[in-house]
C-alpha cells in the first residue's frame, strides 16, 4: 500500500531526494524517503526558500509513527504514513511549513530481460489454462494435447534406448510409467502437487536392491568411521544409525547421506595419516627453483657478462662469471640490503651488499628487459620473506581474477591465468612459479555448480605450486561467483569472514545482473572483494552507474561498528572486479576502425572514448578507485574459439545489435591513504577461447599490519593522544540544519562524537561549516609502531536526523613529525559531497619502527654511482636518497603524474608547531617523475614527502638542500643521523616569506552534475573541470598529458637551486670544496661501510598546542649549524 503513494520514494540517497526537491522549486514540495540511519525509520524532506529541512518519522514500541518536530509543539502519533502526511498537510503543526506539493516518484527504465542468462524456469502449476474459467471441459480438453505431446515425446525417445541389458522387471516398469502414469502425474502437478509420486515409486521399484544394499554397507561404514574418529558424546552414533535404518527416506537421501559418510572417512583417515608422517598436503613440497639470469655488470664504465643465480629456498644469490661456472661466490639473503630500480633506465638494478668489515657495496646490472629485472626483484622479494624470521608477514601477494565464462565449459588448462602470462603487463616465466597468498576468483555467466568450479581452481593451483590452497569464502548470485583461497599457513590469520549479493536485475530482483563480494580481516588489516556483473549495452552506462550505487549502497559487509560508512570506506584495501560492461563510446561505423587499431595496439586513443574513463574522469562512478594503465587489447567480444577475430554484429529478432570491441572485464582498487600497494601484472590471457571474454587478472603486494602486543606496561596509562583542530567542511548539499564530526578508528575503544559546528556560508547548493573546537582522541596503544599504521575514518553528521553528509580517511603517518595540514575529499554513496581541510597533530609513547619487508625494494636513480668513494660513512637512516619515488601517490603524485592534490587529498607539516621533534621545516614541492611502465604503481608509505603546488600553479621540482633540509623524510632513522648533518645556530634564523597556504581559503569542492540552483535570478555554480589522466572524448575531454621529468643536477647544483627567491646565505654557510661531501646524504647506494645500529632519540611528550594559528605568518625557517 505504501508503495503506490506518490510521495514515498523508498531507499533513495538523500543528496537525490535533494535533486528532486529542487527541480521542482515550490515552497512546500515534500517528499518520504526511508532513513539512511535508522532502520525502520523514515525522513520526510521539505522545501522551503531554496532550502531542503529533513525531519526524522521514528516508529514506538507499539509501530505508531511520530515526527521529530519543533520543541513546545506536542508529539502526535499515527498508524500509517498516509494519516501522518494528510496531519500536516495543515498549517502550524511544527514544521517549517505545511506540506502542499507531493513529488512524484520517477518512473526508472528497466533493463530488457535477457532469456540466455536467465535460470531454468520451473513448470507452472497449470500446464494450460482454458480462456474461458467458467468451462471446466473446455480446460480438460486444453490439457490434453499437452499430456499426448509429453507421452509421444518419451516413447519416441524410448524406442531409441537399448535395454536388452536391463532385466525385464525392469524394463516393464519404465514402459508402464511413460506410456500411462507419466499422464497421471502431470494430472497432479495441474492440481497442485508437483511431487510426481508415479515418478518417485519407478525409481523405489528400480532401486529396491540398492536399498538394501545401502542398509547393508550402513553398519560396516558406521564401525569403520569409530575407528578414525570417535564420536562426539554418547548419542552421536545411535543418530546416525537411525537415519540410514529408515528406508522410508527416498534413495537420494540415503546416497546423499552414504557419500558424506565415506568422504568423512576418507577425510579423517588422511589427515591422521598425513599428520603422523609430517605431510600438510603438498605445501613443505613447495619448492621454487633455482633461475638464473644474464646481465650485464657495469664498473668504471666497463661492461661485463655475468650469470645471477637466484636460490629462493637456500635464501643465496650467486654471482657467476659463466652460465655453468662455480658458484663459490654469493651473498646470504641478510648480507643483501637493499634492490633500487633505477628509473630512468627499466632494466637497470642496482643492488646493495653488505661485505666483511661492516662496509657496503654498490653493483649495477642491465638485464635483457623490464620483465627479467621484475622477475629477479619478485624472487628475492620472496626470499627475504621466507627467510626474514618474522612471525607475522608485513606484506602478502593478492592475485585478483575475473572472467565471464560466457555459460560455456572452462578448457582442461587454464593455468596461464593464475599465471598472469599472456597480454600485458604479464609476469616473466622466472616469476611464474611464486605462489601468491590469496587468489581471489571473480566469474560472470558461470555454468559449472560451486564445488565444480572450486575443484578445478584449486586442482590447477595446486598443479602450479603444488600447495594445497584452503577455500576461505564462497559467495553466489545465480551465475555470478567469487571464491577466495588462501595458502593453508595463513588459515589462523583470517578472521571475520564476511559474505553477501545485490541483485540489480530486472527491478532489481533479479539476479542476472548484480554483485557477490567476500570481506575478511588478515591479521590486523581489513579487505573487500566485490566481483559484479553490470547492465550490457553499449547505451546503458547511466544504468550501469545506478548498478554501482546500489551495490554500494546495499552490501552489507566488514565491521558493523563503522555504519556510517559503505564499503569505500571500510575497508584498508578493496578491489572491485567483474564484466563492468563499459563499452567504447563511438558510433557502430567506426568498427572497422577500431579494430584496425587494435592489430596496431594503439589502445590509448580508444581508451581515450572508454566509457568507464569517461565516467571516472567526470566522478560519476569509482571515485577515488585506481586502475593500473591498460596495456593490453579489449577483452570482448571475440569470436569464441579463436583470439585472431573481433565479432561485433549480432542478429536479433528486434534488428542487429552492435557490441564494439572493449575493455568490458576490469579490475580496480581502492586503499586507505599511506599504505603499501604495489601492482606487478594486470593483463589477459590469450588461450583460453571458450568465451567471448577473455579472462583477466592482476597481482597486487599489499601492506598488511599484525595484532599488536605493546611492550610497555599495560598498567600505565596510554601517553598517546590525536588531536583534530581548525577543521572545515564545506558540503554540497540545500539542509539547513547544524552538524558535526564523528571520529571511528580501530585504534579507539568506541567512536567519538564532536561538538556542533558553526554554519558560516550557505550560498548555491554549498554550506561551510567550522568546527572550532579542538578534539582529542586517545588511542588504545601509543606505540608509534602501531599508531602510525592506524587510520582515522570521520563522518559529518547533521543533527536533525543523524544522516551521514560525507564520509572520509585520514592517516596517522601523515602527522608522524610534527602538526600536519590536511585537505580530504568527502564522499557519500559514491559521490562527492564536499571537502574537509583541518589540521592533525600525533603524540606517541617511546619506541621504534621495525624495519618493513617491503622497503627492501626502492625506486630512485643512480645518481650516487658517481658519487661512491670508499670510506664513506653513514648512519642506517640514510638508507632512501631524496630522489627515490617508492610511491607516487604517497609522494603526491599518482602514476599518470597528476598530483594527489587533484584527487582531493593532500598534506602539508607546517613547521610552526612541532610536536616535540626538532624543528624541521621540510621544503615542500611536488615529484612528477617520468612514466615508467613497471615502476609507476607502487604505493608504499615509506616515503614522506608532502606536495603542495608552488606559486604559479605548476609542480616545484625537488633537489636535495642540505642548509634547508632534506627533500625525503626517511622515518625514525633520519633522527639517528641528525649528527652527521648541519643544524642552525640558535641566533641566527632565516626569514621566511609568508606561507600563501596560511591565507589560502578552505578548497571549494567540484560539484556534482545536478542542480542546486537556489532562485531562477541566480547562475548556478560552474562545475571545476574533471581530474587530469584519465582518456577524454571529443567533446572536452583531451588525451593524458605525462609531465616529463626534470633533469636533476648534481647534489651541490640542487643544494644551490633551492636558493631561488630564499635570502642569500652567509658566507661561512655556503658549501665550499671541502664541504662536498659532509653536505651529501647518504644511503646504502652511497656508502662503503654497513651502518651500525643506534638507537633513536626517543619521540618527546610534550603538551599540545591548544590551537594553531591560520593567519599569523609561520616561524622562520630554520637551518642547521654547523658541526
Not at 546423499?256 to 609430517?278: A, D
Not at 545489435?657 to 604495489?678: A, E, G, I
Request: glycine share 6%; net charge neutral.
Amino acid at each position: 500500500m505504501l508503495t503506490r503513494q506518490p510521495w514515498y520514494h523508498g531507499n533513495i540517497t538523500r543528496s537525490m531526494a535533494e535533486d528532486l526537491l529542487s527541480k521542482e522549486g515550490k515552497d512546500g514540495s515534500f517528499l518520504l524517503r526511508d532513513s539512511e540511519s535508522i532502520a525502520g525509520a523514515y525522513a520526510l524532506c521539505v522545501l522551503y526558500q531554496n532550502c531542503v529541512y529533513t525531519y526524522r518519522i521514528l516508529p514506538n514500541e507499539d509501530k505508531k509513527l511520530s515526527v521529530q518536530a519543533s520543541e513546545g509543539v506536542p508529539i502526535r502519533f499515527f498508524t500509517v504514513l498516509s494519516d501522518l502526511v494528510e496531519a500536516y498537510r495543515k498549517e502550524n503543526m511544527g514544521l517549517v511549513t505545511h506540506l502542499q506539493y507531493p513529488v512524484q516518484k520517477e518512473e526508472e527504465l528497466e533493463e530488457e530481460p535477457e532469456a540466455t542468462i536467465l535460470p531454468p524456469q520451473l513448470p507452472p502449476r497449470n500446464i494450460l489454462q482454458s480462456e474461458n474459467r467458467d468451462s471446466h471441459s473446455d480446460s480438460s480438453r486444453a490439457v490434453e494435447p499437452s499430456r499426448l505431446s509429453i507421452m509421444d515425446t518419451y516413447n519416441q525417445r524410448l524406442q531409441h534406448v537399448d535395454m536388452s541389458h536391463i532385466s525385464e522387471d525392469h524394463q516393464k516398469a519404465i514402459q508402464d510409467y511413460f506410456c500411462s502414469a507419466v499422464s497421471l502425474d502431470a494430472e497432479q502437478v495441474q492440481n497442485g502437487n508437483p511431487t510426481l509420486p508415479n515418478l518417485k515409486q519407478l525409481l523405489m521399484t528400480i532401486c529396491k536392491g540398492l536399498n538394501s544394499e545401502i542398509s547393508r554397507s550402513i553398519p560396516t561404514l558406521e564401525a569403520l568411521l569409530k575407528v578414525v574418529e570417535p564420536p562426539l558424546s554418547p548419542g552421536t552414533g545411535r543418530l546416525r544409525g537411525q537415519v540410514f535404518a529408515d528406508t522410508t527416506q527416498s534413495v537420494q537421501f540415503r546416497l546423499e547421506q552414504i557419500t558424506k559418510l565415506i568422504c568423512s572417512i576418507e577425510e579423517k583417515t588422511k589427515n591422521t595419516v598425513f599428520e603422523s608422517v609430517g605431510y600438510d598436503g603438498g605445501h613443505r613440497k613447495s619448492l621454487i627453483p633455482p633461475v638464473t639470469f644474464e646481465v650485464k655488470s657495469e664498473s668504471l664504465g666497463i661492461s661485463t657478462k655475468m650469470f645471477l643465480k637466484v636460490d629462493v629456498e637456500s635464501g643465496k644469490v650467486f654471482f657467476k662469471k659463466s652460465k655453468d661456472g662455480p658458484e663459490d661466490k654469493y651473498f646470504v639473503h641478510n648480507k643483501i640490503l637493499q634492490l633500487v630500480k633505477v628509473q630512468k633506465m627499466h632494466t637497470k638494478l642496482v643492488v646493495v651488499v653488505a661485505t666483511e668489515k661492516e662496509k657496503t657495496k654498490r653493483q649495477e646490472f642491465i638485464f635483457n628487459d623490464t620483465k627479467k629485472r621484475e622477475g629477479f626483484c619478485q624472487l628475492l622479494q620472496q626470499m627475504k620473506n621466507k627467510h626474514s624470521g618474522k612471525p607475522e608477514p608485513d606484506m602478502i601477494s593478492v592475485f585478483v581474477g575475473t572472467w565471464n565464462m560466457g555459460n560455456a565449459n572452462p578448457p582442461p588448462n587454464i593455468t596461464s591465468w593464475f599465471q598472469s602470462k599472456g597480454l600485458g603487463k604479464t609476469h616473466d616465466d622466472t616469476a611464474s612459479q611464486i605462489p601468491h597468498d590469496i587468489y581471489v576468483v571473480g566469474t560472470q555467466e558461470d555454468p559449472l555448480g560451486e564445488k565444480e568450479w572450486v575443484d578445478i581452481v584449486k586442482t590447477t593451483l595446486r598443479d602450479i605450486t603444488n600447495i594445497s590452497f584452503k577455500q576461505v569464502a564462497t559467495q553466489t548470485l545465480w551465475n555470478i561467483r567469487i571464491i577466495v583461497l588462501a595458502k593453508p599457513e595463513h588459515e589462523n590469520r583470517i578472521s571475520h569472514i564476511f559474505c553477501d549479493s545485490v541483485k540489480t536485475g530486472i527491478a532489481n530482483a533479479l539476479g542476472n545482473k548484480g554483485a557477490v563480494a567476500v570481506s575478511f580481516m588478515f591479521n590486523g588489516t581489513s579487505f573487500g572483494f566485490v566481483n559484479s556483473h553490470l547492465t550490457s549495452g553499449s547505451e546503458k552506462k547511466i544504468r550501469r552507474n545506478q548498478n554501482y550505487v546500489n551495490i554500494l549502497r546495499f552490501l552489507c559487509l566488514g565491521d558493523k561498528k563503522v555504519n556510517p560508512f559503505d564499503i569505500t570506506c571500510r575497508f584498508t584495501h578493496l578491489f572491485w572486479l567483474g564484466d563492468l560492461n563499459y563499452r567504447l563510446d563511438l558510433p557502430t561505423t567506426e568498427a572497422e576502425n577500431i579494430v584496425t587499431k587494435i592489430k596496431q595496439q594503439q589502445y590509448q586513443e580508444l581508451l581515450n572514448r572508454d566509457q568507464l574513463t569517461m565516467e571516472r574522469a567526470e566522478e560519476n562512478v569509482f571515485l577515488n578507485y585506481e586502475e593500473e594503465e591498460i596495456t593490453f587489447p579489449p577483452t570482448y567480444r571475440f569470436e569464441r574459439d579463436t583470439r585472431d577475430k573481433y565479432v561485433y554484429t549480432k542478429a536479433k529478432a528486434t534488428g542487429t545489435k552492435y557490441n564494439l570491441p572493449s575493455w568490458c572485464d576490469r579490475v580496480l582498487r581502492k586503499s586507505y591513504p599511506m599504505v603499501h600497494v604495489t601492482c606487478h601484472s594486470y593483463g589477459c590471457t590469450n588461450d583460453i577461447m571458450t568465451s567471448d571474454h577473455s579472462p583477466v587478472f592482476g597481482t597486487f603486494d599489499v601492506g598488511v599490519t599484525s595484532q599488536f602486543v605493546s611492550k610497555n606496561d599495560p598498567t600505565k596509562v596510554s601517553e598517546g593522544a590525536i588531536s583534530f583542530m581548525n577543521c572545515v567542511a564545506t558540503l554540497m548539499t540545500k539542509s539547513k540544519t547544524k552538524f558535526y564530526i564523528e571520529y571511528h578508528s580501530s585504534c579507539l575503544e568506541k567512536f567519538v562524537k564532536g561538538p556542533d559546528g558553526e554554519n558560516q556560508e550557505n550560498t548555491e547548493g554549498f554550506i561551510k561549516v567550522r568546527f572550532g573546537s579542538q578534539v582529542e582522541l586517545k588511542p588504545i596503544i601509543a606505540d608509534p609502531e602501531y599508531l602510525l599504521d592506524q587510520h582515522i575514518l570521520i563522518s559529518i553528521k547533521s543533527t536533525d536526523s543523524d544522516e551521514s553528509y560525507g564520509e572520509t580517511c585520514v592517516a596517522l603517518r601523515a602527522a608522524e613529525r610534527a602538526y600536519t595540514e590536511f585537505s580530504e575529499v568527502l564522499t557519500h554513496h559514491g559521490e562527492r559531497t564536499g571537502t574537509l581541510t583541518g589540521g592533525i597533530q600525533l603524540r606517541t609513547s617511546e619506541g621504534k619502527q621495525t624495519e618493513k619487508l617491503y622497503d627492501f625494494i626502492k625506486i630512485g636513480d643512480d645518481s650516487g654511482a658517481s658519487k661512491y668513494k670508499p670510506g664513506d660513512h653513514m648512519s642506517k637512516s640514510s638508507m632512501v636518497l631524496p630522489t627515490d619515488i617508492s610511491n607516487p601517490n604517497y609522494l603526491s603524485v599518482d602514476y599518470r603524474g597528476c598530483s594527489q592534490s587533484e584527487k582531493g587529498r593532500s598534506f602539508s607539516p607546517r613547521a610552526g608547531a612541532s610536536s616535540g621533534h626538532g624543528v624541521k621545516d621540510m621544503a615542500s614541492g611536488n615529484i612528477s617523475p617520468k612514466k615508467a611502465g613497471y615502476d609507476s604503481s607502487v604505493q608504499s608509505p615509506t616515503g614522506k614527502a608532502f606536495s603542495p603546488t608552488s606559486e604559479d600553479g605548476k609542480p616545484a621540482e625537488m633537489f636535495d638542500n642540505p642548509l634547508y633540509g632534506s627533500m625525503s623524510r626517511g622515518g625514525k632513522d633520519q633522527e639517528t643521523s641528525r649528527k652527521d648533518q648541519l643544524s642552525p645556530p640558535e641566533h641566527f634564523p632565516f626569514p621566511k616569506p609568508p606561507d600563501p597556504e596560511s591565507e589560502r581559503p578552505p578548497p571549494v569542492p567540484t560539484p556534482r552534475n545536478r542542480s542546486f540552483t537556489c532562485s531562477s535570478d541566480t547562475k548556478p555554480h560552474t562545475p571545476s573541470p574533471p581530474p587530469t589522466g584519465v582518456g577524454a572524448s571529443a567533446t572536452g575531454l583531451q588525451p593524458t598529458a605525462y609531465s616529463k621529468k626534470p633533469v636533476v643536477p648534481s647534489r651541490s647544483e640542487g643544494g644551490m637551486m633551492m636558493m631561488t627567491g630564499k635570502p642569500p646565505l652567509p658566507v661561512k654557510f655556503r658549501p665550499g670544496p671541502g664541504q662536498e661531501a659532509q653536505l651529501k646524504p647518504r644511503d646504502y647506494r652511497d656508502s662503503s661501510e654497513l651502518p651500525c645500529k643506534l638507537k633513536p632519540p626517543a619521540r618527546p611528550s610534550h603538551p599540545l598546542p591548544k590551537d594553531v594559528p591560520h593567519e599569523t605568518t609561520p616561524l622562520p625557517k630554520a637551518g642547521r649549524p654547523l658541526k
